[in-house]
């Protein structure tokens, strides 16, 4: 397949996803949404260096984004 069909077909498979996300009610949007996250985690989970990996990724931008609201806090006192 050559890029200008490659193109041409991926975007007309975001039309088609953005079609049926237009098509959902909200509430079956956050239900996607959810189960989505849920398959995300499940598979997470399932690789143990994976998880490892999320986990410190995750809690190291919990620290650094509390250090900032620390910072900008002591800022405002000033």
């Given at each position: 397949m050559k890029n200008?069909?490659?193109d041409a077909a991926l975007k007309h498979e975001q039309a088609k996803r953005r079609r049926r996300a237009l098509a959902m009610t909200p509430?079956?949007?956050?239900e996607r949404h959810l189960q989505i996250q849920a398959e995300a985690m499940a598979t997470l989970r399932a690789n143990?260096?994976?998880?490892?990996?999320?986990?410190?990724?995750?809690?190291?931008?919990?620290?650094?984004?509390?250090?900032?609201?620390?910072?900008?806090?002591?800022?405002?006192k000033r």
């Open positions: 200008d069909e490659l509430e079956e949007r956050i143990p260096a994976a998880w490892e990996a999320f986990q410190r990724r995750n809690h190291h931008q919990r620290r650094a984004s509390l250090a900032a609201a620390k910072v900008a806090e002591m800022k405002r």
